[in-house]
């Protein structure tokens, strides 16, 4: 028999009183850098684009107490990733100003990011880009404005410390084609697309490898059919256009699996070319459908914050903004204002590329440093996630 919605919070506390206890006494790495959109990012938008922008409460208010900057309600997957590792949250880069802010490493995504730049988005026809979108290029120029500021005199002598850190390149690329399907373009042309957001992102890699980078962790596109927004978007009475299992609409998960299947040749690709590297391909999206599949969640597809209706979603009125509503119970929703997953769905996908078989090749073997995080993925604890 299913287990109850209400066991959850007992669930989820047996996975953080084992995340504490099994917690690595040293990091197994020196720091963590971050790039990518508003699922990466911990504070950079407000920065960026100027003070009064990005969430507001009740963003940040289940773990935070306040807006932090991160587009959801509590921690996202690259905290619990960090803190799993021994490492404290990672700083956003437009915080810090000296050397030592960026101890234990530092975030560079920003919400709205795209893989591409705007010319190159308006070159493929998709006119509605933002002239002033943050881009993997600049993410990259603000890194290198970084490491001039931790190695002044040598960039070589940032070799060491990058070899000893953990890239986590992505997720990007969604905003890149959240833009066209938010503006109507046919799937066809977006999927035309797609070859030329996976190429960007691969050079990103060879970039950072070439500057010294030999983990990098490289996370796939969601399952985008199940975003409230798109549900709210896309809505039709065929319902031969959705999932019977879940609800989702077919054809845009179809796409999220096409871009992941694009993105996994090409890190084989670079795999051969930089062997010494470990690049390691993060899948989201089969993290992600454990919630969707799963009893425990209330509704998974229907929006925390934000309207009533049937996903929770409105055009007009968004979470934070206007006459909006927020759910009682955000452990219990998967999403949290229709684009955004909740910590909960946070917590889920970062323990399962840690612990479970989301990450090609699992984490736990890229390094001899981290004997605990190996013994994370054996612990029996962590199984009960899966075995609800």
């Given at each position: 028999m299913a287990p109850s919605a209400t066991m959850l919070p007992v669930k989820l506390a047996v996975v953080l009183l084992a995340l504490a206890a099994a917690r690595p006494a040293r990091a197994c790495y020196s720091r963590v850098f971050s790039f990518g959109d508003s699922l990466a990012d911990t504070g950079n938008y407000r920065y960026v684009y100027g003070n009064g922008t990005g969430p507001r409460l009740p963003y940040g208010e289940t773990?935070?107490?306040?807006?932090?900057?991160?587009?959801?309600?509590?921690?996202?997957?690259?905290?619990?990733?960090?803190?799993?590792?021994?490492?404290?949250?990672?700083?956003?880069y437009w915080s810090g100003r000296s050397s030592e802010d960026f101890a234990g490493g530092a975030n560079f995504a920003v919400g709205a990011a795209t893989a591409l730049s705007p010319e190159a988005l308006w070159e493929h026809g998709f006119a509605a880009a933002r002239a002033d979108l943050v881009h993997l290029d600049m993410e990259m120029s603000w890194f290198r404005d970084m490491l001039q500021l931790l190695c002044p005199s040598d960039l070589a002598d940032c070799v060491g410390m990058m070899n000893k850190s953990l890239f986590l390149v992505g997720e990007?690329?969604?905003?890149?084609?959240?833009?066209?399907?938010?503006s109507s373009v046919p799937v066809e042309k977006i999927r035309a697309f797609a070859p030329s957001v996976i190429s960007k992102i691969s050079s990103t890699i060879t970039d950072l490898i070439g500057l010294g980078a030999k983990t990098l962790v490289v996370p796939g596109n969601l399952p985008i059919g199940c975003l409230p927004v798109y549900l709210t978007m896309y809505q039709t009475d065929n319902m031969g256009d959705y999932e019977s299992e879940t609800g989702c609409i077919r054809w845009?998960?179809?796409?999220?699996?096409?871009?992941?299947k694009l993105l996994v040749d090409?890190?084989?690709?670079?795999?051969?070319?930089?062997?010494?590297?470990?690049?390691?391909?993060a899948d989201y999206y089969g993290a992600a459908m454990e919630i969707f599949v799963s009893p425990w969640i209330e509704?998974?597809?229907?929006?925390?914050?934000?309207?009533?209706?049937?996903y929770g979603v409105s055009i007009?009125?968004?979470?934070?903004?206007?006459?909006?509503?927020?759910?009682?119970?955000?452990?219990?929703?998967?999403?949290?204002?229709?684009?955004?997953p909740t910590e909960t769905s946070y917590r889920v996908i970062a323990?399962?590329?840690?612990?479970?078989?989301y990450t090609q090749p699992?984490?736990?073997?890229?390094?001899?440093?981290?004997s605990k995080l190996t013994e994370l993925v054996s612990s029996a604890e962590y199984k009960v996630l899966y075995n609800l």
């Open positions: 773990f935070f107490h306040r807006a932090t900057g991160r587009f959801s309600n509590g921690r996202i997957a690259v905290d619990f990733i960090a803190d799993a590792l021994g490492l404290p949250f990672v700083r956003p990007i690329g969604g905003n890149d084609y959240n833009i066209p399907l938010t845009m998960n179809e796409f999220s699996r096409y871009h992941n090409e890190l084989e690709k670079l795999r051969k070319l930089y062997p010494c590297a470990s690049i390691i391909y509704d998974p597809l229907m929006a925390c914050c934000g309207v009533e209706g049937p007009t009125t968004k979470c934070g903004h206007g006459e909006y509503k927020v759910c009682n119970n955000p452990q219990n929703y998967a999403s949290w204002d229709g684009l955004h323990d399962g590329l840690l612990r479970g078989p699992p984490i736990a073997t890229t390094t001899n440093s981290c």
